[in-house]
């Protein structure tokens, strides 16, 4: 079956991931969202049939993903109700114009760079709804110095990488740890089964370059040994 050939809304939730599945479970009813670096578009068109929003925008930088949003949207039927901007970030958005910003998928840091790029729209936000794909650590303390609290966290696995959703609304939020800031505050004190094996791969990731280390006879790489090996440990506490 086509993706245009898809009419129920059953249908459009098998066939999206499960990350972009849980996303949208995610999201707080509003009337209009956007979804930043929209790429396909399948997001915002399951978002509207689920009932969740009446109105998308979707933002791409990008020409090809653009053209397919685009056809996307068109073939669901729904061009009337969800809009394809193409563009930076949230520059083609005018303050005001919806109540909740979606960005998945990209770097912690480009999310950043998105959101401080444009204070206006974000300061006329209502949710943030948030999956980087690295430097978590970054975006969280960026949105706890910015005015955001974080209200929800999860963790979905699909095809063995570990993805992190945050929700964020306007609202004070205390300094976080390094360790709160790196694996989420609301994640580290329910200390789920899959945070326990986000920590082990990474555990697994500094093992790796203690082994790289372990070849090099300079001071420096003892030095930095001995910061993994501190590091190492006080994860293996995180998980107990
Ligand atoms: C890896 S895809 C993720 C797509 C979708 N959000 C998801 O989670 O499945 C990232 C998309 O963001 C787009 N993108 C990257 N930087 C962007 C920016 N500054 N403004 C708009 N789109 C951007 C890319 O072109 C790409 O289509």
């Known amino acids: 079956m086509t993706e245009g050939a898809i009419e129920t809304t059953a249908g459009l939730v098998s066939s999206v991931s499960k990350r972009l599945s849980r996303l949208a479970d995610m999201l707080p009813p509003v009337e209009r969202a956007a979804d930043i670096g929209t790429d396909h578009a399948k997001l915002l068109t399951l978002l509207v049939r689920q009932g969740k929003i009446r109105k998308g925008l979707g933002v791409e930088v990008v020409e090809g993903p653009w053209r397919t949003a685009l056809n996307h949207v068109a073939g669901m039927g729904l061009s009337d109700v969800i809009e394809i901007r193409k563009g930076d970030g949230l520059e083609p958005l005018a303050p005001g114009e919806v109540q909740a910003v979606i960005i998945a998928g990209m770097g912690g840091k480009t999310i950043t760079g998105i959101l401080s790029r444009s204070p206006a729209v974000v300061q ?3 949710w943030l709804l948030l999956q980087p794909m690295s430097q978590a650590a970054g975006l969280r303390n960026f949105l706890q110095g910015s005015g955001w609290r974080i209200l929800e966290e999860a963790l979905v696995m699909e095809r063995e990488i570990i993805y992190p959703i945050i929700l964020a609304c306007p609202g004070e939020m205390p300094a976080l740890s390094e360790w709160e800031a790196e694996y989420g ?10 945070l326990k094996r986000l920590i082990e791969k990474d555990i697994q990731g500094l093992q ?15 030095l930095r040994e001995a910061q993994i090996l501190r590091k190492c440990q006080q994860m293996e506490v995180l998980m107990q």
């Open 124 to 126: 006329s936000l209502e």
């Open 208 to 222: 790796e370059i203690l082994k790289q280390l372990a070849k090099s006879e300079s001071e420096e790489s003892r």
């Open 185 to 194: 505050p609301l994640l580290l004190s329910e200390r789920s089964p899959l």
